[in-house]
């Protein structure tokens, strides 16, 4: 048996005690730990926007060349609704799958009288001009019936995107000058999916094809910090 020295005292086992956060103090770390994420979050967010942002500040503030746009703006801008059109194979399509692109929309019945084919022409010829630009921008045609189309004006109209929209849903988005028709018009939507300008009717009148052109580059140039070709 171990003998236990005579002079030895038994020493209490040392205990070292950590002080627990008190729930408040809890609280506050969590809250200033969510403030910095927020913050963080918002800065992201801002970086990511300035471009945006500034482009179209030039363009609604700023104004390029000084002068005035000949397409009428729309304020406020109205979103891509949630329709779903067909194709003329009488596939669906979302209309809403056609953002990250600049649109620009013509309107009119399947039978696509002279004036409908002269709008088209212009829209084309429009598009056509703006050289290598002309990549982020997609001609549409939104037809507003059942009517056919004729074979020779879908093949004049290659590289355009053509879609059956119902005409009551198409006029809870779209809507003409005052005392005009929706196929009186060339419309404009940003790569964001906002109708953003309305284009007077008459467009293959006088000088309104140069007009309108001007204003498509300008907005082009001012977007060229974000926007890219191709959706």
């Known amino acids: ?18 002080d627990l956060p008190s729930p408040v103090q809890v609280a ?6 969510t403030r910095t994420g927020r913050i963080r979050m918002l800065l992201v967010f801002a970086i990511c926007a300035a471009p945006i942002l500034f482009s179209y500040l030039t363009y609604y503030v700023i104004r390029p060349q000084g002068s005035a746009s000949y397409g009428e703006l729309i ?24 953002r990250d692109q600049w649109l620009f929309i013509a309107v009119s019945n399947g039978k696509c009288e002279q004036a409908c084919e002269k709008l088209l022409y212009v829209q084309r010829q429009l598009h056509k001009s703006l050289g290598k630009q002309q990549d982020k921008l997609d001609r549409l045609w939104l037809i507003s019936n059942s009517e056919p189309v004729d074979a020779s004006l879908v093949e004049a109209l290659q590289g355009a995107t053509v879609l059956r929209v119902d005409t009551n849903e198409l006029s809870q988005w779209l809507y003409p000058a005052n005392g005009g028709q929706l196929k009186d018009h060339l419309y404009l939507v940003d790569p964001m999916g906002r109708w953003m300008m309305r284009f007077p009717s008459h467009a293959d009148v006088g000088d309104a094809p140069t007009k309108i052109k001007r204003d498509l580059e300008r907005l082009l140039r001012a977007a060229n910090s974000w926007d890219q070709p191709g959706r």
């Open 1 to 18: 048996m171990t003998q236990v020295p005579p002079n030895s005292k038994s020493e209490p086992i040392g205990l070292t005690v950590y």
């Open 28 to 33: 506050m770390e969590d809250e200033a730990r």
């Open 75 to 98: 304020e406020p801008q109205r979103d891509l609704p949630a329709i779903v059109a067909k194709d003329l194979k009488g596939q669906p399509v979302q209309l809403k799958s056609l």
